[in-house]
């Protein structure tokens, strides 16, 4: 069926790194693009960033300039998210997201992947 | 702070109608027609409930539907079920930085 499966919960130490996967199924993965939303815990949802799974092309929130990036696989119909020197405020839950290249809205959602940063 | 303005809260007692405000500036809700809404039970993904102001995703009630007038969008759910109790978020797309902008979120209480 038609859904993006993410990876395991993930605790990291204040100035660390998280990579999270995204992988999708049951459509083409180079059709759509992918962005990744964020939602600390108690707190309302916060756009990322984005990359078209066609060609890699990105598009980043610019208070995270320089410390994400996002990258696909196409030979496995997996999207990436790395974020770089983590602090506190970086723990959330992390949303991958489907949208269609003429369309501003995310009609498929992954599960999330808790991102906990704890000294 | 959000980009966009929701109410923290809104309620309503099963089988009425509720509307959720969503508002932005020129740059987003209001020069576009790419409002979207989704809604968000706890510890769930969100869900997208309209897309492009008005449209429903295949499988949204009709009970579910959107406008937009000026720089702000508008969420109505009809016969309200207790099922509708969640959080309902707005997003647009926003030429300032072209990308995407969230709302800060509206919590519905079916009483």
């Known amino acids: 069926q038609v859904q993006l499966v993410q990876s395991g919960a993930e605790v990291k130490k204040p100035g660390a790194s998280v990579k999270v996967s995204c992988k999708a199924s049951g459509y083409t993965f180079t059709s759509y693009g992918i962005s990744w939303v964020r939602q600390a815990p108690g707190q309302g949802l916060e756009w990322m960033g984005w990359i078209s799974a066609y060609n890699g092309n990105t598009n980043y929130a610019q208070k995270l300039q320089g410390r994400v990036t996002m990258t696909t696989d196409t030979s496995t119909s997996t999207a990436y998210m790395e974020l770089r020197s983590l602090r506190s405020d970086d723990t959330a839950v992390y949303y991958c997201?489907?949208?269609?290249?003429?369309?501003?809205?995310?009609?498929?959602w992954g599960r999330g992947t808790l991102v906990t940063v704890s000294s | 702070q959000s980009a966009l303005t929701q109410p923290a809260s809104v309620s309503g007692s099963p089988g009425q109608s509720i509307t959720i405000s969503c508002t932005g500036t020129s740059s987003d809700v209001g020069g576009y027609n790419y409002v979207s809404w989704y809604q968000q039970h706890p510890g769930k993904a969100p869900k997208l409930m309209i897309y492009d102001v008005s449209n429903r995703p295949s499988g949204v009630s009709n009970r579910f539907s959107g406008s937009k007038s000026g720089n702000t969008a508008s969420l109505t759910i009809s016969g309200l079920q207790a099922e509708d109790e969640a959080d309902y978020y707005c997003s647009s797309y926003t030429s300032s930085s072209f990308n995407w902008v969230f709302g800060g979120g509206t919590k519905l209480t079916v009483l």
């Open positions: 997201a489907r949208s269609p290249y003429l369309g501003w809205y995310f009609d498929l």
